[in-house]
């Protein structure tokens, strides 16, 4: 592969998203995620510019305003979207450029990205996809149930993305991304 890729990785809060992209970057130094933009507060070890850029909520709407958002979204009370400069850059370097994205947000990027490769990570199972949420213990249990009531909307949308991957295993997971992508 000599030109860039974009790809749309998605699945409920909990499925292990950053683990994967972790993995795969690791497996191949083509592989960038592209760094969101959010408005909520860095969670404990997450790092400005490298988990997310994190801004105040006048500055992300000063950015979405000034059009530099390929969409954006508020998800459980903040708002998140995708940088189009972090795209386009790393599409121009031939990179594959990763899009850690909600179903939300991945349906206006399809629309307005169609050739953006589409994955969903789908949990074992729904017991499992609880139980992660419980463990990170970040959340009270209004929050953990609105996560789960999300999770239920996501996985019934599953459908709408090109390949679908249970993250049982990372490094099977892995390889399946590089097969997809064809790496």
């Known amino acids: 592969m000599n030109g ?3 790809v749309i990785l998605s699945g409920p809060s909990g499925v292990g998203k950053d683990t994967v992209i972790d993995a795969w970057r690791a497996a191949d130094p083509r592989v960038e995620r592209v760094v969101a933009t959010c408005t909520r507060p860095p969670r404990t070890g997450e790092r400005d510019g490298v988990d997310y850029d994190f801004v105040s909520p006048e500055e992300f709407h000063r950015r979405a ?3 530099a958002f390929l969409e954006h979204k508020e998800v459980h009370g903040n708002w998140y979207a995708t940088p189009v400069a972090g795209v386009e850059s790393r599409l121009a370097e031939g990179k594959v450029a990763v899009l850690k994205i909600d179903v939300q947000g991945a349906l206006d990027v399809m629309e307005r990205r ?3 490769l589409t994955v969903f990570l ?3 199972s729904l017991e499992e996809l609880e ?3 419980r463990g990170r213990g970040q959340d009270d249990e209004a929050a953990i149930e609105r996560r789960l009531a999300t999770a239920r909307w ?3 949308q599953a459908g709408r ?3 679908r991957i249970v993250n049982d295993e990372v490094p099977r997971v892995v390889e399946e991304l590089r097969r997809i992508v064809g790496a």
Request: zero cysteines.
């Open 131 to 133: 139980a992660r949420i």
């Open 161 to 163: 993305y090109q390949h």
């Open 65 to 67: 305003e000034a059009g």
């Open 154 to 156: 996501e996985l019934d």
């Open 4 to 6: 860039g890729r974009l």
């Open 122 to 124: 789908l949990p074992p």
């Open 114 to 116: 169609p050739d953006a």
